[in-house]
Antibody
Framework: EVQLVESGGGLVQPGRSLKLSCAAS????????MAWVRQAPKKGLEWVAT????????YYPDSVKGRFTISRDNAKSSLYLQMNSLKSEDTATYYC????????????WGQGVMVTVSS | DIVLTQSPATLSVTPGESVSLSCRAS??????IHWYQQKSNESPRLLIK???QSISGIPSRFSGSGSGTDFTLSINRVESEDFSVYYC?????????FGSGTKLEIK
């Protein structure tokens, strides 16, 4: 059974940093692209980042480019999201999701982790 | 960026009715559209990929159609467990984008 379990969320002040983690199990992690998708409270879904199987290629929308960094450790079947210079508009539930290529659907999602950016 | 417009924003139906949810893209995207269901306080679940391809484990009452700019998610005979929010997502080009969602509620 595919499982994605996020951790690392919490309350952080504007301008500070936070690192999210996602532990994957139930599939060969190194064979899949992985992504982060977020959802602000009572809002829709927003793609945040995608990383290739080896980690050599990363993709971001303009809203987080230069502030967020996605990475992975295939030996640990883990995905990460380093978030710097956080803003109030980054407040959201962050989901780890599995993909097959950079431009495709997300077939499995984690339960999500809440990040609140507030002073 | 490709904008996806979902309509209606809210759809009120009686269990047993059949419904169609719309997703319109701001430019042609072939069949690179995917549909998700999100129940309250849960993670999204993939329902349909590439406009019409079924997903293992998803009930057969869910189906998708369309190409180019206009896409439809159909639910044949809505059941009580189907009342949730539905999102479309495009993978034609980066940045990946989602529609704003259609909430299916009980009339």
């Amino acid at each position: 059974e595919v499982q994605l379990v996020e951790s690392g969320g919490g309350l952080v002040q504007p301008g500070r940093s936070l690192k999210l983690s996602c532990a994957a199990s139930g599939f060969t992690f190194s064979n899949y692209y992985m992504a982060w998708v977020r959802q602000a409270p009572k809002k829709g879904l927003e793609w945040v980042a995608t990383i290739s199987t080896s980690g050599s290629r990363t993709y971001y929308p303009d809203s987080v480019k230069g502030r967020f960094t996605i990475s992975r450790d295939n030996a640990k079947s883990s995905l990460y999201l380093q978030m710097n210079s956080l803003k109030s508009e980054d407040t959201a539930t962050y989901y780890c999701a599995r993909a097959t290529v950079a431009t495709c659907y997300f077939d499995y999602w984690g339960q999500g982790v809440m990040v609140t950016v507030s002073s | 960026d490709i904008v996806l417009t979902q309509s209606p924003a809210t759809l009120s139906v009686t269990p047993g009715e059949s419904v169609s949810l719309s997703c319109r893209a701001s430019q042609g995207i072939s069949t690179s559209i995917h549909w998700y269901q999100q129940k309250s306080n849960e993670s999204p679940r993939l329902l349909i990929k590439y406009a019409s391809q079924s997903i293992s484990g998803i009930p057969s009452r869910f189906s998708g159609s369309g190409s180019g700019t206009d896409f439809t998610l159909s639910i044949n005979r809505v059941e009580s467990e189907d009342f949730s929010v539905y999102y479309c997502q495009q993978s034609y080009s980066l940045p990946l984008t989602f529609g704003s969602g259609t909430k299916l509620e009980i009339k």
